[in-house]
DNA sequence: TTGACATGGTGTAAAGAGTACACTATGTTG
DNA sequence: CAACATAGTGTACTCTTTACACCATGTCAA
């Protein structure tokens, strides 16, 4: 038992994961095993440890229900409602992490906790306020998008330039010229040719490139 | 006495209130009367009591220390370090307030702390990791100059556009273009002419604005 | 072997946004 | 009424952003 002379609020780190898988905006989310909003669909999250700060407490939980480390991650707000866990009032610091689709593989399940991937148009409901921190999450990167080299994150070692393309293209949900988006991207010097192509399929095959520095997001302009 | 059956840790907000005075940025500090830090400066703020939401915390934090209420506040980030206060884990929600200048009236100060107006380029030394919140926050301020209409919230119920530029100019703590600034700042339409003008001193009288929308912060472009 | 196919790769012109820059206007005060 | 101090105004140049269409190069099937 722990006593204080003050009442203390218990604090969470709740962690929004995002992924590309499909052409589609996907985030990671468990079903909950126990009340309160037992068997909704919530963000993986838990409960902060003393000895931990509040990124690692981030990266414990994503690394525990995603077995990825080293992805980017990100304090997103933190979400202090007076009422929104019905247990006992809960803080929660919102992170939000982007996995490439080639270091995705999700854990087994281990409890009896189911997990999936979700797109970000088909979520179902959610428990406690994480609907909002999802639309902010989802903001946050759309933003992130035009002023910083964030969307490198979910790219692979190696990839094309029309990947690159249809990543933005997905996450904006809207087209982008071939042309223009190629030279602003190259404008940028974030990337650079590998001196490889992939070839795939019956046509012409692709210059491939890298991340110069793929785990530094840069802020542009 | 609260007991729990796993360890809490505290929770406080924080505020960096911001204002204009004498062409300088400042920055509200207060002179710590206790331990840990005793008479060293630091931010205003305190714990979050369990019936107040994190906005409401530090809004009640800045009317104790200020008296102004109704002000710009936004939450800056969560400071969450095992270390960062060496009676208990405290973890931290950062706000910054702006102010504008005909508001501020300092309450007298209550118990036996001090209070006092610092300009962000002249700050004591300060306790805890103070002096990372204000970093940030300043960052924050600085940035959003930018992509925001921020800056009218220092601004009183009229100005003069010089007055408006003068604010710019000492956030920025750089000059800027005259024309370049009045023809960017009608652009967008955030500001409208009074009808009425003021004059103070020898030389032709200036047109007074008002803010539009003065509590709205507009994104912009 | 060759033609159909699918995706890769490339440049230019026009519009719009941002920047640099200097003089006239109008009030007060001595 | 002249000196002074701040208010107010426009234009040309550069840079950035946008719109837009065709040739290149590999595979595969007939």
């Given at each position: 038992m722990y006593t204080y002379a003050y009442p203390h609020p218990a604090v969470t780190t709740d962690v929004v994961v995002f992924t590309l898988r499909d052409q589609e905006l996907k985030l990671l989310l468990i079903k909950r095993g126990g009340d309160p909003y037992k068997g909704k669909w919530a963000l993986p999250g838990g409960f902060v440890q003393m000895d931990e700060d509040l990124d690692s407490s981030a990266r414990r939980e994503l690394a525990e229900e995603t077995g990825v480390s080293g992805v980017y991650l990100e304090q997103l707000y933190t979400f202090g409602a007076v009422n929104r866990d019905p247990?006992?009032?809960?803080?929660?610091?919102?992170?939000y992490a982007l996995i490439p689709s080639d270091k995705l593989q999700l854990r087994a399940a281990t409890d009896a906790e189911a997990v999936g991937w979700f797109g970000i148009d088909e979520l179902p409901r959610l428990a406690f306020d994480h609907r909002d921190i999802v639309r902010l999450a989802h903001q946050r990167l759309v933003a992130k998008l035009d002023y910083s080299t964030i969307a490198f994150q979910f790219m692979p070692m190696e990839f094309t330039?029309?990947?690159l393309q249809a990543v933005y293209q997905t996450i904006l949900q809207e087209p982008v010229d071939k042309r223009n988006f190629r030279k602003w991207i190259l404008a940028l010097e974030g990337i650079e040719e590998t001196g490889e192509e992939r070839r795939d399929g019956a046509h012409r095959p692709a210059?491939?490139?890298?991340?110069?520095?793929?785990?530094?997001?840069?802020?542009i302009k």
């Open positions: 247990r006992e009032r809960v803080i929660t610091v919102a992170y330039l029309s990947e210059m491939l490139y890298r991340v110069k520095h793929p785990n530094k997001v840069e802020i």
